[in-house]
């Protein structure tokens, strides 16, 4: 009776490992999923982040990836990797400053579109990776950092560089 028990103790403890090395995709956040990471050195003023996003495959086109770039630039900011690309905090200091002026970021990311202006895609650079029964869908896009950060400061929703401490 006690190797029973044993061997049905042994099992669950195993199953119970097996499922924890489950591989899981980053949490979600009011946004949706998805990564960004430097993939090098744009020209000047601009920098090359490669954008993933999960979800549907037909609902993840190159404007998603480009508002997700945008968006990453502004909230999110990125680590340093290779391609002499060096770490990047977000531009926005609060995570909470994109609900304060949703009445600036509303037409800016969905209504009026405004991010394409500051986002273009790196040719030939589109990937697609299924992961379980979704997709992970990914580009290199240019972001112009400098023209978006001075219009964010003539608009007040961050503060400029040059501002005293």
Known sequence: MKSKLFVVFVCAMIAGVFAGCKTVAPPSNSYGRYEIECAGI????????????????????????????????IFKGYAAGGNGCTAQRPMATSPALEQERANYFTPFFE?????????????????????????????VISVSKDMLRRDLETAGIIRGLSTGF
Do not use: C, F, P
């Open 111 to 139: 209504t009026d579109k405004l991010y394409n202006r500051y986002a273009t895609e790196v040719g030939g650079t589109m990937d697609r990776v299924r992961v379980g029964n979704e997709y992970k869908i990914g580009s």
């Open 42 to 73: 744009g020209t000047q003023g601009s920098t090359l982040v490669r954008i993933w996003v999960w979800g549907n495959e037909r609902d993840i086109t190159l404007e998603t990836l480009k508002r997700y770039a945008v968006h990453g630039v």
